[in-house]
């Protein structure tokens, strides 16, 4: 019978600047935020960072736009390599903002917006600007950026 060889791989934090490339980019996460009555969601988003902030657009009345508006929130953006056993999470946290097309300022507005999966009405945005950034790896001897399976560019 073969025995199975269980790794054990290390754990370290990342520098905020690494924290920052990795969030940048990224274009898929996961949005957590307190929806009252003792209960999270998480809710999956594309999003696009510009200058200190993370940018999802929403439909009207989506629980994103009903929830986050004021709502202390954060967005974890991640990537393992099963495979191999190594991997890194960052999280972005803050305080989630709803804006109107008309209130983006012109970073926001000459920046390419999130891919569209869904086909809503984008009269909404949400904006998190982010007061703290942290992110952790697990292993050694690879790059967190080299192994992004997709990559904003532009």
């Known amino acids: 019978m073969a025995r199975r060889v269980r790794l054990v791989s290390a754990v370290a934090d990342l520098d905020q600047e690494e924290c920052l490339t990795l969030l940048r980019a990224g ?34 009345g989506s629980l994103i736009d009903r929830c986050a508006d004021g709502a202390r929130v954060l967005l974890e953006v991640d990537h393992v390599n099963h495979e191999r ?20 300022t012109e970073a926001e507005r000459h920046t390419p917006g999130p891919p ?19 992110g952790r790896r697990i292993g050694t001897g690879w790059s967190c950026t080299d192994e992004l399976p997709v990559r904003r560019v532009w």
């Open 116 to 134: 569209r999966w869904a086909r809503i009405q984008d009269a909404t945005w949400f904006r998190l600007r982010w007061d703290e950034i942290t």
């Open 85 to 104: 056993h190594h991997g890194w999470s960052v999280v972005a946290r803050g305080t989630g903002e709803r804006v109107t097309p008309e209130e983006l």
């Open 27 to 60: 274009v898929f996460g996961r949005l957590v935020l307190d929806v009252g009555a003792d209960r999270i969601e998480v809710l999956p988003v594309n999003y696009v960072t510009v200058e200190g902030s993370v940018l999802v657009r929403t439909a009207p």
